[in-house]
């Protein structure tokens, strides 16, 4: 099924975030866990031979609810987008930064917080 | 065609194709942003495509023509008071005998179905959500690619490059 | 007053409002800020006692947005905002002297204040989500805001980690939409409880919650981001995160989740007594050896967390009260806590343990408030640590479960013998090592940065004396609350 897809896109993701040294990449490794559970989010509202949830001019209100996809999480999933969207912002801002300090992007050499 | 280096940005064709098409640009923001009530879009996207007009000038032309244009300040007061005027619509609905976000106007003065003065507050909420995004876009594309961290006498600097010219990737 | 949603734009509408207007006058934030959160702390005063269910937007609960007041959130409301006022008298005069610009500071601390208290207030699991990366990302930028190498490199581990815990929250939300249509976590516990609760989809959203709020709530496998960020984080953000953040958007959420919406089970109780007890332990064990001193508290706070946790594995009505208790107590002497570690860094620009020693001389009322919250924390009476500590071990004697009461004994033995450390070490110890010519210029801190920890010692004192007054009377609504489990929820919400 293609939910399981989904989950295999969220483990790649993962993959990316725990077992990469570079910061870019880890960037990356979010960006893709975000997109996975975005698309997550919108393959749920589908229903078979659907139209899109947009009144046009001539169309009766039941005709809609009988036959549109959900629209409820494709509203979810552009607050999700934005969210997303600033916290790569901020992410790339403190990479930025790092290399700024440390002269490196490799994250096993950033060990200034000793115990 | 030999790139004059000492004006920044890029070559003539770039900029001749820029001045054309960037008004266009703005407009397709504008049509997203207004008829966001009535078809698919809204704030959000117009917001970013507003964004993009900003950074293809930055691109094309240079960013000293972009900042006297819309300098950092001027982005940042403009992001911050978008978001104050949305809330503070936000609570007037509460002043008008609602609730919180509630669509007063729409339950004073009902107005018929597609048209683009309809559905109350929905389309002031997509005109400052669309400047918001815009300017906070555009805020974040300048600062990021107009520092750099570049190695100067030995030590790394974070500093703001002087022209911005990517076609070389040093600084002048 | 009705309006709940005044929480919620007031912090927010003054965040953004106070870049516009500062560039002319250096002292516009200080005060707009101070006023702002001295105005949300009345205001949560004035709802308690209330039952409240507020429909935004004027569309009635499954289908709009709710903001739900009942014992639980107002509590955990005053306790945010008073812990919010504190902070931000404590960051006028600390700030100054640091870092540099401090309107970026109050924009972010009150954009934080704002995610905390949307997060308390939500009835609604999607808004809820909103709310706290609002509050989250806030604190990721107040975490690295001096930006040494340190401090960035605490900042974007604590990012990482809680990045992860987000997205496995956010997991879980699309997989419960995906299950039962709704958003609304009322409506949610009624089609739970409807039909079979034993399914494995269920159980998986149960797990992923679990980590996902337990990595926020600092317990034990997920406790790896509490020392860095504690360490670089400004000391009244340091303050913010231990007495306001791990409470509103770990624990809270973490038992809202689990009493009111999936209803508690015998292996969720065994769950969460078995986290509780692990992380009592290694967090006072792991802070044993340490001489960095927020680094120190740091790992205390994660054994504090561990004994809450403890509490409400136990169930019982009496361990619930006790947990409650606990959570106001940590939150007031933790806070105090990192409001003098930030007060001893101000004056002498070290937190070493092996560096400081005997200030009591010169910082009386720093050293003095640092004394009633040790002798708070590791449970001494009649400081107000001792009462929910002995509530708590009472409670898990009565219910026949002796193994952890002992566990709860050791730490709170083992937190005694750390916090005699750190108070030989930093406040007393004038012997014969003790060198005049080092502290040549301390004196006390500025009477603004007093004010908080006078305030937050004097508190210490008085909230013992609760438990005399009747804590039927002021705890009993939250205790109602909880023990009602998902019934008296689902009536609440959808009832009016």
């Known amino acids: 099924m293609i939910y399981t897809l989904c989950f295999v896109l969220f483990l790649v993701g993962l993959y990316g975030v725990t077992c990469k040294k570079n910061i870019v990449k880890i960037i990356l490794g979010f960006l893709i866990m975000e997109h996975s559970i975005n698309l997550f989010l919108i393959l749920l509202g589908w229903r078979k031979n659907g139209i899109a949830p947009v009144l046009e001019k001539g169309m009766s209100a039941d005709i809609l609810v009988k036959s549109a996809v959900d629209p409820l999480p494709q509203a979810m999933v552009i607050i999700s987008i934005v969210t997303g969207l600033a916290i790569l912002v901020m992410m790339v801002a403190i990479a930025i930064r790092l290399y700024q300090k440390y002269g490196t992007f490799d994250i096993t050499e950033m060990n200034k917080l000793k115990h | ?107 004073m003065y009902p107005s018929a179905n597609f048209r683009l003065f309809s559905a109350g507050f929905i389309p002031f909420y997509n005109l400052l959500i669309a400047i918001n995004i815009g300017a906070g876009l555009f805020m974040v594309f300048i600062i990021f690619s107009v520092r750099r961290v570049v190695e100067m006498d030995g030590k790394r600097k974070l500093i703001t490059t002087e022209f911005f010219d990517i076609k070389e990737g040093k600084i002048q | 007053m009705n309006n709940l949603s005044l929480f919620l734009s007031l912090p927010a509408a003054v965040a953004f409002f106070i870049p516009i207007v500062s560039r002319r006058a250096k002292w516009f934030p200080d005060i707009v800020a101070n006023l702002t959160t001295f105005v949300l702390l ?75 208290n949307g997060t308390i207030l939500s009835g609604d699991i999607f808004n809820l989500f909103i709310f706290l990366e609002l509050a989250l990302v806030s ?19 604590y990012l990482v980690i809680n990045l992860l815990a987000s997205y496995l929250i956010l997991l879980g939300v699309a997989l419960i939409y995906g299950k039962f249509a709704t958003l609304n976590m009322a409506h949610i516990s009624c089609m739970l409880h409807g039909g079979d609760s034993n399914d494995i989809l269920v159980l998986f959203i149960f797990v992923l919650f679990f980590v996902g709020f337990g990595t926020k709530s600092a317990l034990v496998p997920f406790h790896g981001w509490v020392p860095d960020a504690y360490m670089s984080a400004p000391a009244p953000v340091s303050a913010l995160l231990a007495g306001g953040i791990i409470k509103s958007l770990g624990v809270y959420v973490l038992l809202r989740l689990t009493y009111n919406v999936f209803g508690i089970t015998p292996m969720v109780s065994t769950i969460f007594m078995y986290a509780g007890a692990i992380s009592i332990i290694i967090g006072v064990l792991m802070a044993l050896g340490q001489w960095n001193l927020k680094r120190l508290l740091a ?198």
């Not at chain 3, 039952?51 to 499954?62: L, Q, T």
């Not at chain 3, 990721?140 to 974007?156: D, H, I, M, P, Q």
Request: some cysteine.
């Open chain 3, 299 to 496: 790992y205390h706070s994660i054994s504090q967390i561990g004994y809450i946790i403890l509490a409400f594995g136990i169930g019982s009505p009496l361990a619930m009260l006790g947990g409650i208790f606990h959570i106001l107590n940590h939150s007031l002497f933790k806070s105090l806590l990192f409001l003098n570690a930030g007060s001893i860094e101000y004056e002498t620009d070290t937190l070493d343990l092996n560096k400081l020693g005997c200030l009591i001389k010169k910082m009386p009322v720093t050293s003095n408030s640092a004394l009633i919250a040790s002798l708070s924390i590791s449970g001494i009476p009649p400081f107000n640590g001792f009462w929910s500590k002995l509530i708590i071990i009472v409670a898990a004697i009565q219910a026949g479960k002796p193994v952890f009461a002992l566990w709860a004994v050791i730490g709170s033995i083992l937190t005694l013998a750390s916090f005699t450390k750190f108070q030989r070490y930093a406040f007393f110890g004038c012997g014969k090592k003790y060198d005049e010519s080092r502290y040549g210029g301390v004196a006390e801190v500025p009477s603004l940065m007093r004010i908080p920890v006078v305030v937050l010692a004097v508190l210490c004192t008085i909230t013992g004396l609760l438990l005399l007054g009747g804590l039927n009377g002021i705890f009993g609504p939250v205790v109602n609350v909880l023990a009602g489990g998902y019934i008296s929820y689902i009536s609440e919400v959808l009832g009016q």
């Open chain 3, 42 to 116: 009345l205001l949560s005063l004035l709802t308690l006692n209330r039952e409240i269910v507020y429909k935004v937007g004027n569309w009635p609960a499954p289908y709009g947005i709710v903001l739900v007041l009942d014992g639980f959130s107002c509590m955990m409301l005053v306790i945010i905002n008073l812990i919010g006022f504190l902070v931000t008298l404590f960051s006028v005069e600390y700030i100054e002297r640091f870092y540099t610009s401090k309107l970026r500071y109050y924009s972010l601390l009150l954009l934080c204040i704002t995610g905390m």
């Open chain 3, 139 to 157: 604190s990721y930028a107040l975490v690295g805001f001096g930006c040494t190498a340190r401090n960035l490199e605490g900042s974007f581990k």
């Open chain 2, 1 to 107: 065609m030999k790139t004059d280096k000492k004006s920044p940005g890029m070559s003539l064709i770039v900029k001749n194709t820029a001045r054309t098409v960037m008004g266009l640009i703005f407009l397709f923001g504008i049509y997203l942003t207004l008829y966001g009530h009535i078809s698919p879009a809204g704030g959000f996207s117009g917001g970013v495509v507003f964004a993009c007009t900003f950074i293809l000038m930055t691109l094309a032309f240079g960013k000293d023509v972009v900042l006297r244009f819309l300098g950092k300040t001027t982005a940042y007061i403009l992001n911050c008071s978008a978001a104050v005027l949305f809330l503070l619509i936000a609570c007037s609905g509460v002043f008008f005998g609602g609730n919180f976000f509630e669509n007063v106007i729409e339950k």
